[in-house]
């Protein structure tokens, strides 16, 4: 009876353990390919997500692109089409779009830096406005009072201190004196300005030239200085052709040059390029072309006729211009002189 029991026993522990063996069996076969499929549609879903965010951080990065070009190019037709394109606003829209771009840039490759897009933005919308006026304080004081985040302060001052110098040594002019510049009006931008620059050619140079001819002898020229004639105090004459036209500068001692023959016509003694100076020039630009070219006296010429001379200006001109300046400098005077200043320009004499 008890050998009985125990084989009873011992089948009802033996059918135990197999239904627990294929239970485990059958749950195995059903969680395993349930997690994978979990799984599966979980690196679905976020693929998915991911692809869905490239798709929008690419669409968002052409379209500050797109911006920034047609924004630029709009903005170039109108100021070079004479129109009233406005400035400001589209300052800010390139530089806030500019800055935007490179902004997300450096977060794409440049993740340890930190850098928030929002402040990239700003600080690209200020840099450009202070670059292009050279008005730093007001583009850094502008920027933070319109938004008041502490945290821009540091950055908008770096990014418009940096946009203000490259600005000083790449542009002449800003964008506020462009226009005034190119209606030949002279914009000073140093603190103090220079005398001689303010001062033009015309104002100064001697109108009563004596010119020589290219066609006369040396043996002439020096009969005629032996003269005592006006004029033979000079050190250096113009000398023209027949039409009138310039074609060089001699001086007393190329005229008295031992070795040139007295049968010599003027135009041979010519040894130097011709260096001229025009009258919407000013004095100290004439002074850097006389050092430039190592000359004492420039004939004067205006720029639609550059042939011809109109006056002529030495180093002792310059220098009365200055002494002017001395003696109205030293006598007191309760009014206040405005001259009329004209922009200069040119190519084969000073700048």
Sequence with gaps: MWRERYRLAAAALAALLAGLVLAALLLTRLILPALLLLAG??????????SALLRIALLMLVALVVLFVL?????????GSGTSGGTLAPLFTIGGGLGSLLGGLAVRFFPALG???RVAALVGMAAMFAGASRALLTSVVFAFETTRQPLSLLPLLA????????????MRHTIMTEKI??????????YSADYLDQVLVKDAATREVVALSADDTLAGV????GSGEAGTEHRGF?????????????????IFNAEAPETWQLRQIIKRPLAIVFEDNSLREAADHMVRERVGRLPVVIRERPHRVTGW??????????RQRLADASSPSRHIKIRKIRLHGGSSAPP
């Design 181 to 190: 510049a190119r209606r030949g009006g002279r914009v000073l931008a140093e």
């Design 222 to 225: 020096r009969a005629w200085f």
């Design 159 to 170: 990014g418009c201190t940096t946009a203000f110098l490259i600005s000083s040594l790449m």
């Design 41 to 50: 549609l979980v690196l679905l879903l976020a693929g998915l997500v991911l």
């Design 115 to 117: 850098m928030d897009v």
């Design 71 to 79: 924004k630029f190019v709009s903005w170039a037709i109108a100021l």
């Design 238 to 254: 113009p000398v023209e052709d027949d039409n009138g036209n310039l074609t060089g500068v001699v001086t007393r001692r190329d």
């Design 313 to 322: 200006l030495t180093r002792s001109d310059i220098l009365d211009a200055h």
